[in-house]
């Protein structure tokens, strides 16, 4: 079955700087992979989606990176600020079946 | 559009007892989805609706839970009896269109969740 792993389940950075986070996936050959922000007591809220055929999305401060050979894909955010503190969720196309999320990453960003 | 709504936000009830989870999803949504949300198994799907038809429920656990979309603004979740260990935060999401390899994708727009605590 598929299987995706976010590299951390916390990561805590410093304000200013780049957040990075990863998504690794086994098993199957997405076409397309998402990426979703989460705040506590919230559910989910949809980011920015990248096709297999793209290697870079770009949206304001973030970014992500798609590599289908490493199966792999980063997300960045530049220049953090806190209010980017929150749990982000990467999730994937698995075929004829539902988006499967990642367990996700809890950011923090201290002033 | 107030985006998809549940209820109750929280309920907390003992175990044995019947649970019953609400769900009205975006309007000209003809998908919907419930998941479950925990620290341990992150976020699961549980079943999912196209045009309030139910097209897989293999992660629906076991038997005691059971879901309904009677018409396409409304979806129950319904959990008989209830256990410790169902509690959780149930989320119901909505899209229009299924996500599938090299077809038309979209986004699941997610509800605020419901958080359940069985005693």
């Known amino acids: 079955s598929q299987k995706i792993e976010q590299n951390s389940e916390a990561l805590n950075i410093q304000e200013g700087k780049t957040a990075t986070l990863t998504c690794n996936y086994t098993?199957?050959?997405?076409?397309?992979l998402q990426w979703y922000r989460q705040d506590p007591g919230r559910g989910p809220v949809f980011l920015l989606l990248?096709?297999?055929?793209?290697k870079e999305k770009r949206k304001e401060r973030l970014k992500v990176t798609f590599d289908t050979t490493l199966k792999q894909s980063l997300f960045h955010i530049t220049a953090s600020q806190p209010a980017d503190s929150a749990t982000y969720l990467c999730?994937?196309?698995?075929?004829?079946?539902?988006?499967?999320f990642g367990k996700g990453t809890r950011l923090s960003v201290i002033a | 559009d107030a985006g998809v709504i549940q209820s109750p936000r929280h309920e907390v009830t003992e175990m044995g007892q019947e649970v019953t989870l609400r769900c009205k999803p975006i309007?000209?949504?003809?998908?919907l989805f419930w998941y479950r949300q925990t620290m341990m198994r992150g976020l699961e799907l549980l079943i999912y609706?196209?045009?309030?038809?139910?097209?897989?429920d293999s992660g629906m656990p076991e038997d005691r839970f059971s879901a309904k979309m009677p018409n396409a603004s409304f979806s129950t979740l319904k959990i008989q009896p209830s256990e410790p260990r169902d509690s959780a935060v149930y989320f119901c999401?909505?899209?229009?269109?299924?996500?599938?390899?090299?077809?038309?994708?979209?986004?699941?727009?997610f509800g605020p969740g419901t958080r359940l605590t069985v005693l």
């Open positions: 999730a994937l196309d698995a075929g004829n079946t539902p988006l499967v």
């Open positions: 999401a909505s899209s229009f269109f299924l996500p599938t390899s090299g077809g038309t994708t979209d986004t699941q727009y």
């Open positions: 098993n199957y050959s997405p076409a397309y």
């Open positions: 609706f196209n045009n309030n038809v139910p097209i897989d």
């Open positions: 309007s000209g949504h003809d998908y």
């Open positions: 990248i096709r297999e055929n793209e």
